[in-house]
Nanobody
Framework: QVQLVESGGGLVQPGGSLRLSCAASARSFSSYAMSWFRQAPGKEREGVSCFSASDSSTYSADSVKGRFTVSRDNAKNTVYLQMNSLKPEDTAVYYC????????????????WGQGTQVFVSS
């Protein structure tokens, strides 16, 4: 069983930055691929970034490439999402999710989810 707790969301102006954290309670955290998803009102949940456990590869959606960076600290059982140059269209609830080893962009393939943290980008 894996429990995930996100933090770091909030209100930020366009062009600003936020860093989200996701703390995991898992015996073998290093064996889980950790992803960030987001869901805006009225829209489907979409994959944002992922850090693979199998080969330490990272993946990001085209909409956030060059602006968002995913990282993880296995010693702290934590995954991060550094978000720079934020835009109003980044406004959403951000969720972290875990699945064994490899990344996937499909939410239904993830076994564990956090409760989400709200990010609101507005002037």
């Amino acid at each position: 069983q894996v429990q995930l707790v996100e933090s770091g969301g909030g209100l930020v102006q366009p062009g600003g930055s936020l860093r989200l954290s996701c703390a995991a309670s898992a015996r073998s955290f290093s064996s889980y691929a950790m992803s960030w998803f987001r869901q805006a009102p009225g829209k489907e949940r979409e994959g944002v970034s992922c850090f693979s456990a199998s080969d330490s590869s990272t993946y990001s959606a085209d909409s956030v490439k060059g602006r968002f960076t995913v990282s993880r600290d296995n010693a702290k059982n934590t995954v991060y999402l550094q978000m720079n140059s934020l835009k109003p269209e980044d406004t959403a609830v951000y969720y972290c999710a875990a699945r064994p080893w490899t990344c996937s962009s499909h939410p239904y393939q993830y076994n564990y989810w956090g409760q989400g943290t709200q990010v609101f980008v507005s002037s």
